[in-house]
């Protein structure tokens, strides 16, 4: 059984391009170690929508178009408390002028953890895949559409879960992939409202040559799909102190 039950993800847009180096040190070296002695913290990771992996995504929308980052911080039960005391560590942490301030989050908040599935090469449980060393993701993101049947809504969904994230574990290149959603029991005050869902392909290929051999399945999934994918795109996994994909911008 999954000790996961949300998904905290934020979306980050760095205001100023000569803030990069110096967001990825506070965040790595200052923000990110000050959330693991919170109990329900499992695990936290930040990857980078590298200029290149940018221009590989095959969604682009608003608000997510100008993202540079995506951080994904697993939470376990008691699911309350760990919100409540992650947004008080990060107001603690502003009180002390240990802030970023050159950051925008463009989506920001918890979702809901829906399940798990994983490529069998890798042998390692549906459950463990965060925890496996990866070299990126390619993350969809996807809200619905008014008007849609809620039959075929749910339909679509179900198949999502029976069958699409199976097949994306068998592009070379996706280790697994875990599904997340908004869910009205996980929200509050600075937290990004709408319904979402959000899904994680974890990657143990190249993200660049991985995103396009995704491509085909990628289409055929919002072929007459009850949702407007607003993002979709591959980021890089931030390695400590290598931090200059912006340098030349």
Excluded at 17 to 25: G, I, L
Excluded at 47 to 76: G, I, K, N
Excluded at 200 to 225: H, I, K, M, N, S
Aim: net charge negative; charged share 20%; hydrophobic share 40%.
């Amino acid at each position: 059984m999954n000790k996961v039950r949300v998904g905290f993800f934020s979306f980050t847009e760095i205001t100023d391009p000569a803030e990069h180096r110096t967001y990825n040190e506070w965040h790595m070296l200052d923000h990110m170690p000050e959330q693991y002695p919170i109990p329900g913290i499992v695990y936290g990771q930040r990857w980078v929508s590298t200029p290149a992996c940018r221009a590989a995504r095959l969604v682009d929308e608003e608000p997510l178009a100008p993202v540079h980052y995506m951080t994904l911080y697993l939470m376990s039960d008691p699911v309350e408390s760990t919100l409540r005391e992650f947004m008080d560590v990060g107001q603690q942490l502003r009180a002390l002028g240990r802030f970023h301030l050159h950051r925008r989050a463009a989506i920001s908040g918890p979702h809901q953890w829906l399940d798990a599935h994983v490529a069998p090469r890798v042998l390692v449980g549906a459950e463990a895949v965060p925890y496996r060393p990866n070299r990126g993701v390619y993350v969809i993101v996807e809200e619905p559409v008014d008007g849609a049947d809620p039959e075929a809504a749910d339909a679509w969904v179900r198949s999502l879960h029976e069958e699409w994230a199976d097949a994306a574990c068998a592009v070379p290149g996706v280790a697994g992939v875990w599904q997340f959603a908004t869910s009205p029991k996980l929200q509050g005050a600075g937290w990004s409202d709408g319904n979402r869902r959000v899904t994680v392909c974890y990657l143990d290929d190249a993200p660049l040559d991985v995103a396009a051999r995704l491509q085909p399945l990628l289409e055929r999934r919002w072929v007459g799909a009850p949702v407007r994918p607003i993002h979709g795109g591959p980021y890089e996994t931030v390695v400590p102190y290598q931090w200059d994909w912006f340098d030349a911008e």
